[in-house]
Every structure is written in C-alpha cells, then in structure tokens.
C-alpha cells in the first residue's frame, strides 16, 4: 500500500513538476550573456531518504533516488533554458515531526525553496518549486 501511495505521489510530483515548467515565464528574453550557475539543495533533520526531481540540462525531468540529507547538486545550464525547478518525497520513511527543505540557489542566491514535514508514518512530501530565469 505504501508502495503505491509512493507511485502516486511520484506521479503527481512529475505531473506538477512539468505543468509549473510549462506555464513558467519571466517575460524576458534570455541571452548568451545571462548566467545560468544552479545549485538545488536538500537540508533538515529527516532520517530518511528522497526520491528528487528536478529539471535535467537538456529541459526534461532527472529523478535520483535514495538521496540523503544534506543531498545537493550544482548545473550550469544554457542560456536557452528558461525555468527550472525541483520536488522531492521519502523513498525511505523518517520519524514523524522531522523536517526538511529543498532550495534553488541561483548564482549562489537563494531564489526559490519549499519546506515539508514527516507525518505520523514518518512520510514527508516537499512541494515542487520553480522558478524562471
């Protein structure tokens, strides 16, 4: 059950993750000078581990599974790429209560981040973010 409830979510997390990268814009247009240095970032107390989405240097999703704590990971994107964005749930259950927190730092600027907390099961969930350039 709980593997389903998984399936689902990582489902939904995919479906919401494309939709907010397709409707996203900046209304500006991007150009070969505009830097694109991104490093997304998970940091908390959860005990478990994350399956993460997030946007691949090609424009689809990348998922990485059994990421930890302290998880991050740094692109530099081309200047064609117009938004990003990332999302993250448990792939293994922490303790109820704990916490944790994916960020999107731009040219070492925190521009977007998104907070989750384990349920009773120890479950946690990390809304998608996104955010154009």
């Known amino acids: 059950m709980l593997r ?6 990582l489902r939904g997390m995919l479906i919401a993750l494309a939709s907010t990268l397709s409707s996203c814009s900046s209304g500006d247009e991007p150009t070969a000078n505009k830097p694109r240095k991104v490093r997304y970032e998970i940091t908390g107390n959860f005990s478990g581990t994350f399956t993460v989405v997030y946007t691949a240097l090609t424009g689809g999703s990348r998922v990485e599974n059994n990421v930890p704590n302290g998880w991050s990971m740094e692109m530099d994107y081309p200047s064609s790429t117009t938004s990003i964005g990332i999302g993250a749930q448990a792939t293994t259950l922490g303790s109820s209560g704990q916490t944790a927190v994916i960020r999107i730092y731009v040219n070492e600027m925190e521009v977007k981040s998104s907070a ?14 996104a955010y154009s350039f």
């Open 116 to 129: 989750g907390t384990a349920g009773a099961l120890g479950e946690i969930v990390i809304p998608t973010i």
């Open 4 to 9: 389903n409830y998984f399936l689902l979510s």
